[in-house]
């Protein structure tokens, strides 16, 4: 599946620190468990990640006549 393809899955996404100082993203889906550590500066670099592709993805959704989803 690519990063552009629609699915069906759905799953829980927490995010938070833990006590050893990492920045742990945890996604659980269908059964599986996943913890995803970071340390703090990769995890800055994965936020400002995260805002770019927001901001790209309402470039694409106006550009569509498309409102955004909330």
Do not use: C, H, W
């Not at 699915?7 to 993203?25: C, F, H």
């Not at 990640?49 to 955004?68: F, Y």
């Amino acid at each position: 599946m690519g990063i552009d393809k629609e699915s069906d899955i759905s799953a829980n996404l927490q995010i938070g620190p833990t006590t050893l100082g990492m920045v742990r993203i945890y996604v659980e889906a269908d059964g599986l468990e996943l913890p995803l550590d970071f340390d703090p500066e990769e995890a800055e670099e994965i936020a400002e990640e995260l805002r770019a592709a927001a901001e790209a993805a309402r470039g694409m959704g106006s550009s569509k006549g498309k409102s955004p989803k909330r």
